[in-house]
């Protein structure tokens, strides 16, 4: 199964991920991040590992691993 992980702190809440992903594994954390932003989380439920979270984040905060 692929998996992904996203650096929180990173992370600046534009959330593009979510609107990209297939598989509607990403949503919005309620918890801040240090810079205090909603950072995004991986629900890790069936990810396909097709990679466009991690184009399409312009803060390169998401790795896709298979
Ligand atoms: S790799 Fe694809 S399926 Fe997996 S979380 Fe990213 S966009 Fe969604
Ligand atoms: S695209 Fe990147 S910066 Fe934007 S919400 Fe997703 S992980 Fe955060």
Redesign the pocket.
Known sequence: M?Y?KINREKCKGCML?IS????K??KRDEALNKRGINPVI?LDSG????????VVCPDMA?E?YK
């Open positions: 692929a992904i991920c990209v992903c297939p598989k594994q990403i991986f990810c396909n590992g097709c990679t466009l979270c991690a998401i896709v």
